[in-house]
Structure formats: structure tokens, C-alpha cells
């Protein structure tokens, strides 16, 4: 079974930094492009960052652009969300999601790593 | 960037029930879009690819439809384990988009 397994989560103070970890098993990491999404409690789901499959590109929304980067380690099968100068309103769980590639959207997800940003 | 508009946002039904949910995209996005079911505290769950495409394992009473900026998602007979919250989601282009939700309810 795919497994896609994140951590790093936790509590930070406004303006802080945090980095996300996503492990990945049981599929060719290095062939598929890699997302993060976010949830805030309550509410919906939102596409935060991309990451194409050997690192080169990468995409972002517009509401962590120039706060939060994306990254990969192909050789440790790990994707990464650096998260600096963190806002009250990033607070959410992060899901790390694979990439199915074209005609596929999202199709496999982690469960989930939960960040609170609060004094 | 492209908005993503669901319809309803809550939806009241019964066991059985033909169930239709809308996303309006406010571009045309070609066939690129996909829905996910969600239950509480649960990662989504992948459903349906390319407008009309179900994923596989997917029960056969999902179906997609649509292209462009107009797209419906349709559970034919609505059984206990489908009660939950449906998304679509664009990935025509960048940055990708959800729509806001649909939850269908016990009526």
C-alpha cells in the first residue's frame, strides 16, 4: 500500500519558523511531482505549494509565496514545507499529497501533521 | 487565478437518493478537474479524475460529468457511507484551486 507519512507539526509562536517532513514508501518517489495542502480547522481545502519531480520547479499560493519553500530529497524519498514568519491564519493540518500526473489529479494522501501558529 | 464554485454548500438527503453536486469554474479548465470525499478528521479520498474518470476501487455510482467551466458530480443512489464532504478540484493550472464544499447531510 502507498503510504505518504508527515511530521513536523506542532505549536509556534507568530513569526516563527517550522519545517514539514513528508516520508514516503512503497512507490518511485522520484518519478511523481509532490504537494502540500492545508486545511484550517473548519473549513476547506486549500492547495498550498508543488514540487515537480526532480526539484527544478516548484509553485506556490499566493498566501505563503515568500514565506514558505518547497523541497525534496529523492535519495532519502522525502518531501519538505519550510514555513517561516508563520501567521495565525496558517494554522491547519498539512497534508502531504502525491501527484498522479495528467489525465490523474491528487490521488494519494497523508494523514495529516497538524500546525498551530498562536503566543 | 482560476475560482472554483461549489453547489450546494449543504445538501439534505436520504438513503437512496440521486445526488447532484456542481462546480463552476471561473475559466474554462479544459477536463481538468477532480472531486474528493472527505469525512471528519479523515484525509480526502480520491474519487473521480479528468471530469469523468472514477479512480479505482470507486463505487460505480459516482459518476462525473463536464467540461470547460461547468461540472457536476452525481451519486445515483446515495448509500449510509457516502454522507460526507465533497470537494472539486482544478488543476488546469497553476496555483490549483478548490471549491468550497459540499456537505451532504442526513435529511
Known amino acids: 500500500e502507498v503510504q505518504l507519512v508527515e511530521s513536523g507539526g506542532g505549536l509556534v509562536q507568530p513569526g516563527g519558523s517550522l519545517r514539514l517532513s513528508c516520508g514516503v514508501s512503497t512507490f518511485t518517489f522520484s518519478t511523481y511531482w509532490m504537494h502540500w495542502v492545508r486545511q484550517a480547522p473548519g473549513e476547506g481545502l486549500v492547495w498550498v505549494s508543488g514540487i515537480n519531480s526532480d526539484g527544478s520547479y516548484t509553485s506556490y499560493a499566493d498566501s505563503v509565496k515568500g514565506r514558505f519553500t518547497i523541497s525534496r530529497d529523492n535519495a532519502k524519498n522525502t518531501l519538505y514545507l519550510q514555513m517561516n514568519s508563520l501567521r495565525a491564519e496558517d494554522t491547519a493540518v498539512y497534508y502531504c499529497?502525491?501527484?498522479?500526473?495528467?489525465?490523474?489529479?491528487?490521488?494519494?494522501w497523508g494523514q495529516g501533521t497538524t500546525v498551530t501558529v498562536s503566543s | 487565478d482560476i475560482q472554483m464554485t461549489q453547489s450546494p454548500s449543504t445538501l439534505s438527503a436520504s438513503v437512496g437518493d440521486r445526488v447532484t453536486i456542481t462546480c463552476r469554474a471561473s475559466?474554462?479548465?479544459?477536463?481538468?478537474l477532480a472531486w474528493y470525499q472527505q469525512k471528519p478528521g479523515k484525509a480526502p479520498k480520491f474519487l473521480i479524475y479528468?471530469?469523468?474518470s472514477l479512480e479505482s476501487g470507486v463505487p460505480s455510482r459516482f459518476s462525473g460529468s463536464g467540461s470547460g467551466t461547468e461540472f457536476t458530480l452525481t451519486i445515483s443512489s446515495l448509500q449510509p457511507d457516502d454522507f460526507a464532504t465533497y470537494y472539486c478540484l482544478q488543476y488546469n493550472s497553476y496555483p490549483w484551486t478548490f471549491g468550497q464544499g459540499t456537505k451532504v447531510e442526513v435529511k
Open positions: 499529497v502525491r501527484d498522479a500526473a495528467r489525465p490523474g489529479g491528487l490521488d494519494v
Open positions: 475559466q474554462s479548465i479544459s477536463s481538468w
Open positions: 479528468k471530469a469523468s
